[in-house]
């Protein structure tokens, strides 16, 4: 059994967010006499808040790990059918439930973040079968401390700094260790791929069919910079984050790449559905009313992630799109496969370093 600084050192030891509830997890199953220890947040999509149970650790060796890119939000259960997680957010407070009699199992629901330094909202479910004691409560508690610690700082190191979403760093890193990751969709489970590293050129990897990447860009910001001034147009990029946040997934990847420049990293089964969604913000940010700017305009490209792709490859293919629907006047989506199937565009590919058209 591993010690206490063991696993104190392994949530220390990460660079990737996505694996820290899992190395929680684990810490609190071999640390205390626990039967089952999951960790739930709470996801939006077009208002809609519903249970994202993120990992689920028993004692006895069974498990899984949930990839938030590509669950189906629709079947997720809804804030209100678990009633004692929810007590836990609300009041932020910790809530026992015993529920075999007063000496018999409980579960123990701990809000999972400081609401005071997050925004987000989850909560930490020990299932034992029997009340923790004051000692074994304290030790959650130090366990739980490191994690917020560890997710604050990665978090940060994450962001970026005016709008707070996620930067260009975070999208080469989750391209890297969640995209780029092949599914055996005959078992239902992830196969892990091997990096192959040429000095010189980006790495390559094999990836699941339905992942998108797109850019958007704020049409005429020059010119909203120019005019209005750069604390003014600062406020615009702020703004342009908010309604890409409320417009598109808890759960799908929202950068800020620099300038007035954004990119969405997306799970999606179809096309039409991830032009649907551009659309949507295309028509948010088209019916907003900027203070101090009024009208305000952006366009919009995505392209399918490939199997050979690098962050700059699909990011060069969604910003072709943008750059097409700005020199129509912006205000514009565009699909870079339905470009190239329309002939707009002959198809992009690259061979080492060399473009061939």
């Known amino acids: ?12 030891d990460h660079r990737d967010r996505d694996l820290l509830e899992l190395t929680l997890s684990k810490a609190l199953i071999d640390l205390l006499p626990l039967q089952r220890v999951l960790v739930a947040k709470v996801v939006s999509e077009e208002g809609a808040d519903r249970w994202l149970e993120v990992t689920t650790l028993d004692a006895r060796g069974g498990g899984k790990v949930v990839d938030p890119l590509r669950v189906d939000f629709s079947a997720l259960p809804l804030l209100k059918d678990f009633k004692d997680r929810l007590r836990c957010i609300e009041t932020r407070q910790a809530v026992e439930v015993a529920w075999a009699g007063e000496n018999g199992p409980r579960i123990s629901y701990l809000p999972l973040f400081d609401p005071l330094r997050n925004t987000e909202d989850g909560v930490l479910e020990i299932h034992s079968a029997q009340a923790l004691d004051d000692m074994q409560l304290q030790l959650v508690g130090q366990v739980q401390h490191v994690f917020r610690n ?6 940060y190191s994450d962001r970026d700094g005016l709008t707070g979403l996620l930067n260009r760093k975070s999208l080469d890193d989750t391209f890297y260790s969640a995209v780029l990751e092949e599914m055996d969709e005959g078992q239902g489970v992830p196969k892990p791929l091997e990096a192959t590293v040429v000095p010189g050129q980006e790495r390559r990897h094999r990836v699941p069919p339905n992942y998108w990447l797109g850019t958007v860009t704020v049409d005429a910001f020059g010119a909203i910079s120019e005019k209005s001034g750069h604390l003014i147009a600062e406020e615009v990029l702020l703004l342009v984050a908010r309604i890409l946040n409320n417009t598109f997934r808890t759960y799908d990847r929202i950068y ?4 007035e420049q954004f990119a969405v990293l997306m799970h999606c089964p179809e096309e039409a559905l991830v032009l649907a969604a551009f659309e949507r913000f295309r028509a948010n940010m088209d019916k907003f009313n900027f203070p101090q700017v009024g009208h305000s305009t952006a366009c919009g490209g995505f392209t399918r992630v490939s199997p050979q792709d690098s962050p700059s490859t699909a990011l060069e293919r969604s910003e072709r799109a943008v ?9 514009k989506v565009f699909s870079y496969a339905e470009l190239v199937r329309s002939g707009v565009f002959e198809e992009l590919t690259h061979e080492g370093a060399v473009d061939l058209f």
Request: hydrophobic share 40%.
């Open 1 to 12: 059994m591993a010690t206490l600084t063991e696993h104190l050192i392994k949530l220390t």
């Open 150 to 155: 560890m997710y604050n700082l990665l978090a």
């Open 256 to 259: 800020r790449l620099g300038g």
């Open 323 to 331: 750059e097409h629907g700005r020199q129509l006047g912006g205000n």
